[in-house]
T-cell receptor, first 117, second 114 residues
Framework: GAGVSQSPRYKVAKRGQDVALRCDPISGHVSLFWYQQALGQGPEFLTYFQNEAQLDKSGLPSDRFFAERPEGSVSTLKIQRTQQEDSAVYLC???????????????FGPGTRLLVL | AQSVAQPEDQVNVAEGNPLTVKCTYSVSGNPYLFWYVQYPNRGLQFLLKYITGDNLVKGSYGFEAEFNKSQTSFHLKKPSALVSDSALYFCAVSGGTGGFKTIFGAGTRLFVKA
């Protein structure tokens, strides 16, 4: 079956521009996560949705970052007034069950590589 | 607070030899441990996880990992490496007081030489 998809795969933005990154999770998956992966680092948690509810946004680095999942399926991560330090790969992952931090397997998309010039 | 350490940036092994990629963790409470693999321009792929029970966990592509509570380690192993195993490997932990979060290590690049 179809896995997690993300678009665009690559995005170049000028500093100060707004960007929107899309994630299509596996159909029926309740949980959706966003991660930021800087070059040479592991993914870092940004935010978590259970269906349409954003239950944890503690990893969002600033108020320029905003995520939504209005119908409990597709999610969008928006970055306003992009800065060079926002350059990274943004990964989306989904999981079938609600997350309790108890070993639920996450399925990752290919990521969106964002470059801010 | 949860944390994961992968002490080796890179591991080199000859094809056919056994491989080990190291991981140690810190978590308050019961740990849930994962290994993921990342190929170029692709997302992370799940390899295996430890939740409870047998300390030796078997996963995809012939990989296995051993949970050692006293050493707080979860090393990834494979008896005979393949060139196609060359990739970036991430250890991760959830549980304890981390809530919804999964914490990933910085990754270890595995090179398997023919």
């Amino acid at each position: 079956g179809a896995g997690v998809s993300q678009s665009p795969r690559y995005k170049v933005a000028k500093r100060g521009q707004d960007v929107a990154l899309r994630c299509d999770p596996i159909s029926g998956h309740v949980s959706l996560f966003w991660y930021q992966q800087a070059l040479g680092q592991g993914p870092e948690f940004l935010t978590y949705f259970q269906n349409e509810a954003q239950l944890d946004k503690s990893g969002l680095p600033s108020d320029r970052f905003f995520a939504e999942r209005p119908e409990g399926s597709v999610s969008t991560l928006k970055i306003q007034r992009t800065q060079q330090e926002d350059s990274a790969v943004y990964l989306c992952a989904s999981s079938l069950v609600p997350s309790r931090g108890h070993g639920e397997t996450q399925y990752f998309g290919p990521g969106t590589r964002l470059l801010v010039l | 607070a949860q944390s994961v350490a992968q002490p080796e940036d890179q591991v080199n092994v000859a094809e056919g030899n056994p491989l080990t990629v190291k991981c140690t963790y810190s978590v308050s409470g019961n740990p849930y441990l994962f290994w993921y693999v990342q190929y170029p321009n692709r997302g992370l792929q799940f390899l295996l996880k430890y939740i409870t029970g047998d300390n030796l966990v078997k996963g995809s592509y012939g990989f296995e990992a051993e949970f050692n509570k006293s050493q707080t380690s979860f090393h990834l192993k494979k008896p005979s490496a393949l060139v196609s195993d060359s990739a970036l490997y991430f250890c991760a932990v959830s549980g304890g007081t981390g809530g919804f979060k999964t914490i990933f290590g910085a990754g270890t690049r595995l090179f398997v030489k023919a």
